[in-house]
């Protein structure tokens, strides 16, 4: 029911920053936790932050804590990964994703792409050295 889109990918230095933004679809957006995943060519899928659907609870992955800010604007319908300080390992697809159950936990994060139902295109990201 939910449909997902992702943007602002793109090409950028170490140490450069971006905005990803994922527009999400429906009128019950502020009742699903959400959560940003990438991929890397040749590797698994990797959890990367999840925001709450209530309270704006915020958990990191350790490759990506301090570094990367996960937000919403439920007005908005839109989720955000603000990136900063990036790294040439941080290159991937991006994908966001919404959970597979709205009014979920607000205490337990979701870290497991078992926990989500919808998902994004993905946009590319990629990290000069």
Sequence with gaps: ?????????????AGGSLRLSCAASGRTFSGYSMGWFRQAPGKGREFVATITWSGGNTYYADSVKGRFTISR??????VYLQMNSLKPEDTA?????????????????????????????????????
């Excluded at 966001?96 to 159950?101: G, K, V």
């Design 1 to 13: 029911q939910v449909q997902l889109v992702e943007s602002g990918g793109g090409l950028v230095q």
């Design 73 to 78: 604007d439920n007005a908005k319908n839109t």
């Design 93 to 129: 697809v991006y994908y966001c994703a919404a959970s597979s159950r709205i009014y979920g936990s607000t205490t337990y994060y979701y870290t497991s792409d078992a926990d989500y139902g919808y998902w994004g295109q993905g946009t590319q990201v990629t990290v000069s050295s």
